[in-house]
């Protein structure tokens, strides 16, 4: 499988085991659902606790979102991000949020030494995985493709690779 395949399939095993519709959703979501994504950051804590952790934050994450189904674009992001670790995935795989945490999501396969924040740079062969959006979107299109976001850069917490199982590490920019 190519880069935008794996994407796309870790967006579609998302949105498997995660039914709910994403609980800041507001206009499609119950009240339920804000409750049980609640209960559960409550339950883990925030990304920043787990500095140089990242894998353990977002295994915990996923798992629990998934046994809960419910979640945000933090929950979503990370069942997607551990799919492709699971699956063998061997580019890289990046868990990346917006500087005030207003959104996460996944990029596979950002060229190293680019520039976390500018995806514009980040290489013709780079994706991005939204599985709260349920899309994916080219790097080159991020721009134009991640609409209600385009003041934002992104920034990168954490990137893994599987090609040599290396540890996941921190890559706070």
Known sequence: ??????AMDAVSHTRREIANVPANKWWKAPWDLYKCVDANRKTLGSPSEYEGEGLK????TAALAEKKDCGNCREFSASTFMYLVNAGYLGSIEWAQYKDGDHAFVVLNRAETTDGGAPLTWGKDCWIADSWGDRVVQAKDY????????????RIRFRYTNLNRARLESADA
Do not use: S
Not at 143 to 154: L, R
């Open 57 to 60: 934050f977002l295994k915990a």
């Open 143 to 154: 721009w134009d493709d991640m609409p209600g976001f385009k003041v934002y850069a992104p």
């Open 1 to 6: 499988m190519n880069t935008k395949d794996w």
